[in-house]
């Protein structure tokens, strides 16, 4: 599995400020990040896997939309979690 429990405690941490803190917008953006990095390498070789592509935009839109939300919220925080994430508009 390419998710452990471990990975996802560091991604909360780093970006959500502690482990539990789960339901932080900038934690899930930079979880959902981590998930379509991982879904984008495995289209790469499996072009014809029609449902991991439908995943792959589903979860991009739900990226996009925390983004828009965060954006609206705090200005900084968005430009910031932007460059680390290295996400382009």
């Known amino acids: 599995m390419y998710l452990t429990k471990e990975v996802k405690a560091e991604i909360f941490k780093k970006h959500g400020g502690e482990e539990k803190n789960t339901g932080s917008t900038e934690g899930q953006i930079a979880?959902?990040?981590?998930?379509?990095?991982?879904?984008?390498?495995?289209l790469k070789?499996?072009?014809?896997?029609?449902?991991?592509?439908?995943?792959?935009?589903r979860l991009v839109g739900k990226r996009r939309s925390l983004l828009d939300y965060l954006k609206k919220k705090d200005i900084v925080k968005y430009r910031e979690l932007i460059k680390e994430l290295k996400i382009r508009k």
């Open 31 to 42: 979880l959902f990040t981590h998930r379509i990095n991982h879904l984008t390498g495995h």
């Open 45 to 57: 070789k499996n072009h014809k896997d029609y449902n991991t592509e439908r995943s792959l935009v």
